[in-house]
């Protein structure tokens, strides 16, 4: 008799080449368009499958694990933050969690330098002029000024592996790089990136011209960057951030930018995505702002490779193997 396959529900739609080779290699449950999944169906699918393959935008917390049922063995999480799911209760009932942790780095990177130029050049706004046929009057020596990047400093907010990949660019432009993270980094990593350590996010903020936030969300760094803490910074700052919007104050940020207090904000995530703040779309069409619909690792070759990590998590574990990247009590 053959080995049954395990039930494997997926959330959202994955790319094709993803679902594909998790149909040949599991019993699996694709979602039929790439709408959220509704809190019932997630009940549901807690209560049906073996392993759960959920991404950013299913909330899943003790409530809704305290409904799942006995085959459910394994949650395998697209992604790489798990913010979104109550990891500590799902430990308790014996079910395991993984993510896809180093995929994404580059992209992000990318994109987070990407809004770092798109701030100081006013990128965005420039690229609406022309579709919009406003440049009615040519060049001038005075009009959309931006700010240089090249010799400002960048602070940057959680050193591991996307925080060492933007320090990497931003040394390529030019920026002095300074950070702060829960532990310092090696020497040898903070020689090469010719980085300066702040213990103190007080003082670092104080003293940059630009800061990236980079950090996970956990309970420890909600509102890290607070009204109190963004006060501390220039009046010509730039804020970026590309990892979790829970990270800052978001009111706070928007309420000193529209006193002139803080420059402006390059955001691709937000405290209540999709919805975004109507204070901050504002500020985005007084082009004070750049807001992206969380694209930091929108690339075909990050969405696949994170798709190849959760099927090798799936794989391994129903070998009777610890997957790659479980999560454990000590990383939360």
């Keep these: 008799m053959s080995k049954r396959k395990p039930l494997v529900v997926v959330t959202r739609r994955l790319p094709d080449a993803v679902e594909t080779r998790m149909r040949e290699l599991f019993d699996v449950r694709l979602s039929p368009d790439d709408a959220a999944m509704p809190a019932d169906a997630l009940a549901a699918a807690l209560r049906e499958a073996d392993v759960l393959v959920p991404t950013v935008t299913d909330e899943i917390d003790a409530g809704l694990l305290a409904q799942a049922g006995p085959n459910l063995r394994l949650i395998a999480n697209f992604g790489n933050g798990v913010d979104h799911i109550d990891v500590a209760a799902a430990l308790e009932r014996g079910i395991t969690v993984t993510n896809t942790p180093g995929v994404l780095t580059e992209d992000t990177a990318d994109m987070t330098m990407a809004l770092i130029l798109a701030v100081a050049r006013r990128v965005t706004e420039g690229a609406r002029i022309i579709p919009d046929d406003d440049w009615t009057t040519g060049w001038s020596p005075t009009w959309m000024l931006g700010r240089r990047i090249t010799g400002k400093r960048l602070g940057i907010v959680g050193m591991g592996r996307i925080g060492q990949a933007l320090a990497k660019r931003a040394r390529a432009f030019g920026l002095q790089v300074h950070y702060h993270n829960r532990r310092r980094v090696p020497a040898a990593i903070e020689s090469a990136l010719d980085a300066t350590y702040w213990e103190s996010l007080d003082q670092m903020l104080a003293r940059v011209d630009i800061v990236s936030v ?106 009777g193997h610890r997957p790659p990247d479980r999560i454990l009590p000590s990383m939360l």
């Design 214 to 319: 980079n950090c996970p969300h956990t309970p420890a760094t909600y509102h890290l960057l607070s009204a109190r803490r963004l006060k501390l910074l220039k009046p010509e700052a730039i804020v970026v951030n590309t990892a979790r919007g829970e990270v800052i104050d978001e009111n706070a940020l928007a309420r000193l930018i529209e006193a002139g207090d803080v420059s402006a904000a390059g955001l691709d995530v937000f405290e209540q995505e999709p919805a975004v703040s109507p204070r901050l779309v504002k500020l985005a069409r007084q082009g004070k702002v750049v807001l992206l619909p969380h694209m930091g690792s929108a690339t075909y070759e990050s969405r696949t490779d994170m798709g190849e990590k959760v099927i090798i998590n799936i794989k391994t574990f129903m070998d």
